[in-house]
């Protein structure tokens, strides 16, 4: 997530192809279906409009700040733009039909909590598969003609990926290890769809269709595969799990310091100090990591914070 935020192509072709999906086809494998929708919406409301509330919020009063450091007194046009944003929920600029000023990486945890809610009315119906497969047709096609608010459609759309991360667990797909022909066909597939895919979820670009959901399931199962070799791994495996508990605290300040931070101004100094674009690279991203680090261990440790990400004290 935090490289395909850097402006780099070729990483960026790479990391789209499964990074969106890989969120909520895990979503959909630990969906309980225990909970009535009712109980479930409320929960996940929680778990996930609160941090999205709060990361807006936070978002807003950092720009007035940044109005008052450059001498901008009042309510500024850009404040204006930023709750207009944070009302609309886009991931991306929009300017036709009419102008949509995106909130940036946070826009799938709307979507995410549309796509859950779905997944879960459906499954207590007849034909389950059959209506998630309408909605997100419909989210697919709508978006075409014009983006609605609240990532509705990306939230339908999304609602595929959850529903097929909730087969698998019911079906146990990685409780066994595939075999040989299953994992190179996964390969191939993700492979192809790296080179010529087109599957960029934030604004419902899916170029080659359900190549693209294939390829994209593909590289998941391949990725968590990966995964279970790397528990042997102790020292890894711990730093792995440390982000992945976390990586909603993750996604929020890094939202926060994509939006605000001048890393230009960064990349502009260390060009002029001789760094080349590979180190100063590397460089901006040790020091997003060091940034969502400080937030993840500050949350953890402030009660309040604790209950507007829904994190458990730390031991």
């Known amino acids: 997530m935090l490289v395909g935020h850097l402006g780099l192509a070729r990483g960026e ?17 630990f969906l309980s279906d225990k909970l009535s929708v009712g109980e479930l919406a409320a929960r996940k409301a929680k778990q996930l409009l609160v941090p999205y509330l709060f990361t807006c919020i936070c978002t807003i009063c950092l720009q007035k700040m940044m109005d008052i450091y450059h001498g901008e007194g009042g309510v500024s046009h850009k404040i204006g733009e930023w709750v207009y944003a944070s009302l609309y929920c886009s991931g991306m600029e929009y300017r036709d039909p009419f102008w949509i000023k995106p909130i940036g990486a946070i826009w799938f ?22 209506m998630i497969l309408c909605l997100a047709y419909v989210g697919y096609s709508t978006a075409q003609i014009v983006w609605l608010p609240f990532s509705i459609q990306a939230g339908a759309t999304a609602s595929l990926f959850v529903y097929i991360g909730y087969c698998a667990k019911k079906e146990k797909i990685l409780d066994n290890p595939p075999s040989v022909i299953v994992l190179f066909t996964a390969l191939l597939i993700w492979a192809f769809c790296i080179v010529y895919g087109g599957l ?4 419902n670009t899916y170029k080659n269709g359900m190549l693209d959901v294939i390829g994209a399931v593909c590289a998941v199962y ?6 279970k070799q790397l528990v042997a791994v102790k020292w890894l495996a711990a730093i792995l ?13 890094h939202l926060i310091e994509l939006n605000m931070f001048p890393w230009y101004r960064v990349v502009e100094y260390l060009d002029n100090r001789g760094i080349d674009g590979g180190m100063s690279t590397i460089i901006v991203c040790l020091a997003k990591v060091a940034w ?21 004290k730390p031991a």
């Open 200 to 203: 960029y979820m934030v604004n």
């Open 13 to 29: 072709i790479f990391i789209y192809s499964f990074h969106m999906p890989l969120f909520f086809l895990i979503s959909g494998y």
């Open 109 to 130: 945890l709307p979507a995410m909590f549309l796509a859950i809610l779905i997944v879960r009315y459906a499954i207590q119906t007849k034909y389950a598969a059959l």
């Open 292 to 312: 969502v680090t400080f937030w993840i261990l500050f949350v953890k440790r402030i009660p309040i914070m604790r209950k507007v990400f829904s994190v458990s």
């Open 222 to 227: 391949v990725i968590l595969l990966i995964c």
């Open 241 to 253: 799990a440390f982000y992945g508990r976390n990586t909603l605290i993750f996604l929020c300040f």
